[in-house]
């Protein structure tokens, strides 16, 4: 076993640590982490693996180790997340032999800890390995069941399966735990999807046309963020379920379009290009460092009809005035539950009070919004997440409380994408396409 993958499961067990003490968000982390120690292609694939192997399964691997710990409350934090990082690779990864996760965990113990830790860890694994593990058929409630065998907290899974339904909730999780397949947005004002495809295969990359959307690209192998079209600004990364939004607005020629909770960019970008160049998207971010980020993004992809001000969307009001935009996207602050297979750590941070608070910025955003669209114009409302109470139920409250919004068909999506749409809304769920969990409502004001 090189030195190199040694490095790589000490790196791990760090950002394990982090996000478990901190409650820091792991795909910063690992970012951090690959450049810090400058790993290269393999390395980045196992470095990757193990982090959000471990933190998605995290539940079911308590649950394995469970019987095999007898003080596991005097247990050092990094103690722990090293049995579950070695038992991730045991149980999960069929390329790392058994012997070499159980030694490479027992090196890692000697280097942090002591030699009493270090054959503490080796016992345990050994255990395991001899014992096998406990049987999930031993949980014989069904809700419980979903809960430890797909590492979803079990007041989530309640929550959905009140909402959706025991069946549609467990292909939910078990949808969760798969990694994502990357998109990439072709940028139209530049180049074209077969262009762009040719490119990317002579870069290297094993890349297919999306059967959902005609500028979309699925990368099937290696990360389009660091090829040279990305660079030269012939596409971005965003997730198909985001793209939708563009088409959602209805978009024509010309508009002025607001995009009231912009940041990171990829759909205020998207707006652009479908825009051709023309009229004007207004971003707005409450951070002024985010607001730096869209217009980089915006630079990169030769992208001049977009303006970007930080200021806070439920004061909106202040700053504009009143029917002046032919369009309006409210992508809301949200729960994030619908992204779980990107964010996993997400999962075990947010607490059902979280959602509550939540509600009430979604529904001031929306408030603060309203007045500023032309009568006729389209307000689109969109979250990343799949809990009813941020989506339907808060396009419910707004429409209750504005008699001068109507729903809207969304009758401009593309053709593989209509049989999802339920007349004005669109609720996505990870096992749809591969998508991220994602919502969009489509409102109008009455002329």
């Given at each position: 076993?090189?030195?190199q993958?040694k490095?790589?499961r000490?790196?791990?067990l760090?950002?394990?640590?982090?996000v478990?003490?901190?409650?820091s968000?792991?795909?910063?982390?690992l970012?951090h982490?690959i450049?810090?120690?400058?790993?290269?292609?393999?390395?980045?694939?196992?470095?990757?693996?193990l982090v959000?192997?471990?933190?998605?399964?995290k539940m079911?691997?308590?649950?394995?180790?469970?019987?095999?710990l007898?003080?596991?409350n005097?247990?050092d934090?990094?103690?722990l997340?090293?049995?579950?990082?070695?038992l991730?690779?045991?149980?999960?990864?069929?390329?790392i032999?058994?012997r070499?996760?159980i030694?490479e965990?027992?090196?890692?113990?000697?280097?942090i800890?002591?030699?009493?830790?270090?054959?503490?860890?080796?016992?345990?694994l050994r255990?395991?390995?001899?014992?096998?593990l406990?049987?999930l058929d031993a949980?014989?409630?069904?809700?419980?069941r979903?809960?430890?065998?797909?590492?979803?907290p079990?007041?989530?899974?309640?929550?959905?399966?009140d909402?959706?339904?025991?069946e549609k909730?467990?292909?939910?999780?078990e949808?969760?735990?798969i990694?994502?397949?990357q998109s990439i947005?072709?940028?139209?004002?530049k180049?074209?999807?077969?262009?762009?495809?040719?490119?990317?295969?002579?870069e290297?990359f094993e890349?297919?046309k999306?059967?959902l959307?005609?500028?979309?690209i699925?990368?099937?192998?290696?990360?389009?963020a660091h090829?040279?079209?990305?660079k030269?600004g012939?596409c971005?990364?965003?997730?198909?379920?985001?793209?939708?939004?563009?088409?959602?607005l209805?978009?024509?020629?010309?508009m002025?379009?607001?995009?009231?909770c912009?940041?990171?960019?990829?759909k205020?970008?998207h707006?652009?290009?479908?825009?051709?160049?023309?009229?004007?998207?207004?971003?707005?971010?409450?951070?002024?460092h985010k607001?730096?980020?869209?217009l980089?993004?915006?630079e990169r992809?030769?992208?001049?009809?977009i303006?970007?001000?930080?200021s806070?969307?439920?004061?909106a009001?202040e700053?504009?005035k009143?029917?002046?935009?032919d369009?309006?996207?409210?992508?809301?602050?949200?729960?994030?539950?619908?992204v779980?297979?990107?964010?996993p750590?997400?999962k075990?941070?947010k607490?059902?009070?979280?959602?509550?608070s939540?509600q009430?910025?979604?529904?001031?955003?929306l408030?603060?919004?309203a007045?500023?669209?032309k009568?006729g114009?389209v307000?689109?409302?969109?979250?990343c997440t799949?809990?009813?109470?941020e989506?339907?139920?808060?396009v419910?409250?707004?429409l209750?409380?504005?008699?001068d919004?109507?729903?809207?068909?969304?009758?401009?999506?593309?053709?593989?994408?209509?049989?999802?749409?339920?007349g004005?809304?669109?609720?996505?769920?990870?096992q749809d396409?591969?998508?991220d969990?994602f919502?969009?409502?489509s409102l109008r004001?009455?002329?």
């Amino acid at each position: 076993m090189s030195r190199q993958k040694k490095n790589v499961r000490a790196a791990a067990l760090e950002i394990l640590e982090a996000v478990e003490k901190n409650q820091s968000y792991s795909n910063l982390l690992l970012n951090h982490s690959i450049e810090k120690n400058a790993l290269k292609g393999p390395d980045i694939g196992l470095l990757t693996e193990l982090v959000y192997g471990t933190i998605q399964r995290k539940m079911t691997l308590d649950y394995y180790l469970d019987p095999f710990l007898k003080k596991k409350n005097k247990l050092d934090s990094w103690v722990l997340n090293l049995l579950r990082l070695s038992l991730y690779q045991i149980v999960y990864l069929d390329k790392i032999p058994e012997r070499a996760a159980i030694y490479e965990a027992v090196e890692l113990a000697k280097t942090i800890g002591h030699k009493g830790i270090s054959g503490m860890v080796n016992g345990v694994l050994r255990s395991v390995q001899r014992e096998g593990l406990p049987s999930l058929d031993a949980i014989k409630d069904p809700i419980q069941r979903i809960s430890i065998e797909t590492s979803h907290p079990l007041w989530l899974v309640k929550r959905w399966v009140d909402m959706f339904g025991e069946e549609k909730t467990r292909r939910m999780c078990e949808a969760n735990l798969i990694a994502p397949v990357q998109s990439i947005r072709v940028n139209e004002t530049k180049t074209t999807r077969d262009d762009l495809l040719n490119r990317l295969k002579e870069e290297g990359f094993e890349v297919e046309k999306s059967p959902l959307l005609p500028e979309s690209i699925r990368s099937l192998k290696g990360n389009v963020a660091h090829s040279n079209a990305f660079k030269e600004g012939l596409c971005t990364i965003q997730d198909e379920s985001s793209m939708i939004v563009a088409y959602a607005l209805n978009l024509e020629h010309g508009m002025r379009v607001l995009d009231s909770c912009a940041a990171p960019g990829g759909k205020t970008t998207h707006i652009a290009e479908k825009l051709d160049q023309s009229g004007k998207v207004v971003s707005l971010d409450l951070h002024e460092h985010k607001v730096k980020l869209i217009l980089q993004n915006a630079e990169r992809l030769g992208l001049s009809n977009i303006e970007g001000i930080a200021s806070d969307s439920r004061k909106a009001g202040e700053k504009f005035k009143e029917e002046s935009f032919d369009r309006i996207l409210v992508d809301a602050p949200c729960s994030g539950l619908g992204v779980l297979r990107r964010k996993p750590d997400i999962k075990y941070a947010k607490k059902e009070k979280d959602i509550e608070s939540l509600q009430s910025i979604q529904h001031d955003i929306l408030n603060s919004v309203a007045p500023l669209l032309k009568p006729g114009g389209v307000l689109v409302y969109s979250t990343c997440t799949v809990d009813q109470w941020e989506n339907e139920n808060a396009v419910k409250r707004f429409l209750s409380e504005n008699k001068d919004f109507e729903t809207m068909e969304l009758s401009s999506l593309p053709e593989p994408l209509k049989p999802f749409a339920d007349g004005s809304q669109m609720q996505i769920f990870p096992q749809d396409f591969d998508g991220d969990g994602f919502f969009i409502a489509s409102l109008r004001k009455k002329s």
